[in-house]
């Protein structure tokens, strides 16, 4: 259609570049380039793609762990090593078994519910995402920049800048995605092996340091004596303070949005990807006893070998407590060299989040009608999400440990709706043994999620944020767009199509009709009301038109029109849709189209008052529906002269 817009700005133009019809598809995510079908990368290199955001973790997971628990650090750890592998592990490969093209949790959680409570209920999940991910992002360029300013290099010249370094980073990280940021695996790969290696060689030291002086371990065992008494106590703290560790649970929702890039068997299919949902497995397992052994070691070294005060905040291990020991046992050039890696690591793992973030939104948002049409290019979105960032590092001051609750909380909520959508997934497919265990995992989940709520409500008040946002500006958004042509296809039976074609040869004339009892006295009476209220002469005909609203929250939907013969004589054209203003557009639109003449539609007006008609429009998809029905025409077709014509009686 022809417009008279005037062309956009340069600058217009180039934050809205590759901006997509976000009605016909989710777009392509902008740190993956698209693959066809069935290829990919094998399933260890896609591991260190999760891995940049849940190895990095090792940055600051132990210094927090230290403060969490003190000396009950490793005991604390191996706790959460056990509800790891014991729990969240098996979650996801459930999740990765049911959602094998990435949907992760809350796809799966979102195909049980309907109506407005599902959308409501997943655009929660979304806003506990988005703190996930996005404080993935400040938590991880904060420690980059603690990293960088406690190195005794830098310490002197940077030490009272590390607000400013952390800003600088979220700057960078935006600017690189403004450019435009392709998420290479090989990267990932590099970044992932030279961070391993590095804490490899850092974690051997201390074990040795620890195995050599003898007195380290009986004087940790002694004081852990002196302090809870014996095992089960020192068990039962460590289970009161397990949920101020679950830092270390991250990268599991990661590891399963990843799975499209795992290349799977010749003979995966898109509906059944076996080689992909079996290598996807594997790579979770992998990553999660790798991780599980290092953090086991890396909480016994620190704890054993660094003192308590250098745990708190202002002391040198205060959020890089594996960097100390590097510095401290290793001599500072090493320390430099692990402080550079572990400073690019969290950087790319700061990426990896904000591509999941713009990756994430246009997955769900777009098909209920609830983004703003910008939402669908990158730059626009980066820079939201950089704001963001910034305001989110100014009000914690940068610091690792004021955000570990608001992480915590994203990636507990997270885990815990998994844990649920594969309990009843198990229910479902009547396995009564597996729904028993998902729903003992969900209820420690759930568990853990209070208690760090309770603890820590930094994460739900940011999350609240979050989803308050996400649900006004959907809200908004759906209201804006309200009446778009939201049909994206029409396909007539042929007993419709033969109705079209008939009327055709005179004038097309259709009837609104909200059926009831379908009886003949309904339509021999609305005949007669139409034929009344617009002084029709008895020779015109009409053919009645029937719109069922099914689930009045959806936005898009293809529209299939059924055609039959009532009573021996009344012609009705029957179809189901989300909106019934919509339906009736679409299906004037596409007559017009495959016949060439200009459709007549005749409504009777709506009783009540306007405003709370609109209401059941939005809402429900019905309503005010003559006036809504000729709006929609009218942006759909701005041409007067071609426009079908809406009368209301």
Partial sequence: MATTEHPPSRLRAWMLEGLSDMGKGVQQAPHAAPEPPHQGQRWWRVMCLTGVDYFSTLGYQPGIAALAAGLLSPVATLVLVVVTLAGALPVYRRVAEESPHGQGSIAMLERLLSFWQGKLFVLTLLGFAATDFLITITLSAADASTHLVENPHLTSTLHDHRMLITLILLALLGAVFLKGFLEAIGVAVVLVGVYLALNVVVVVTGLWHVVTAEHLVTDWTGALTAQHGNVFAMVGVALLVFPKLALGLSGFETGVAVMPHVKGDASDTEERPAGRIRDTKKLLTTAALIMSCFLIATSLITTLLIPEREFQPGGKANGRALAFLAHDYLGNVFGTVYDVSTIAILWFAGASAMAGLLNLMPRYLPRYGMAPHWAGAVRPMVLVFTLIGFLVTWIFDANVDKQGGAYATGVLVLISSAAIAVTIAARKAGQRHWTIAFAVISAVFLYTTVVNVIERPDGVKIGACFIVGIILVSLLSRLARAFELRVTSVTMDPMAQRFVRDIASRRIRFIANKPGRRDKAEYHDKIEQIRAD???????????????????S???????????????????????SSSVPNALAALLLEVRRTTGCIPHIYFEWTEGNPFRNFLRFFLFGQGEVAPVTRE??????????????????
Avoid: M, W
């Fill in 534 to 552: 617009n002084d029709i002469p008895d020779t015109e005909d009409f053919v009645f038109v029937e719109v069922t609203v099914t689930d009045p």
């Fill in 632 to 649: 929609v025409l009218r942006e759909a077709e701005p041409d007067r002269a071609k426009r079908p014509r809406v009368h209301t009686g």
């Fill in 554 to 576: 959806e936005f898009e939907a293809d529209l299939t029109v059924r055609g039959e013969v009532l009573h021996d004589r009344y012609r009705v054209l029957s179809c189901q």
